[in-house]
């Protein structure tokens, strides 16, 4: 099965672009594992995950982004989202998840508050 991510890694953080078009309940058991997996095996880096191509997310969508923001907030290290989806940031905002993401408008906004 093809994956949902591709990554970048540099010596300050990684980056995840989130490759699917939909996080939901068929995705975001695969997705969460897929990003959980790597963040163990690159040892809990500062992460970036950039939603670019994500055109709709649920609330297993959204359980998928907060657990996976818990995952690194436990090892104390930064997450950033990145998001210029109107349709996913009004689904974010409305559903109050936005109070517990951080979000950016674009990758470099991201790394410069690394």
Known sequence: MKSFIEYEKDSNHTLITITTDTIDLMKSPKLSKEILTLLKDLNYPDLIIDLVNVEYINSAGLGCLVGINNEL???????????????????INITGVSKILTIYSTTNEAIDNL
């Open 73 to 91: 907030k436990e090892h104390n290290k930064k997450l950033f989202y990145v998001c210029n989806n109107e349709k996913v940031l009004k689904i």
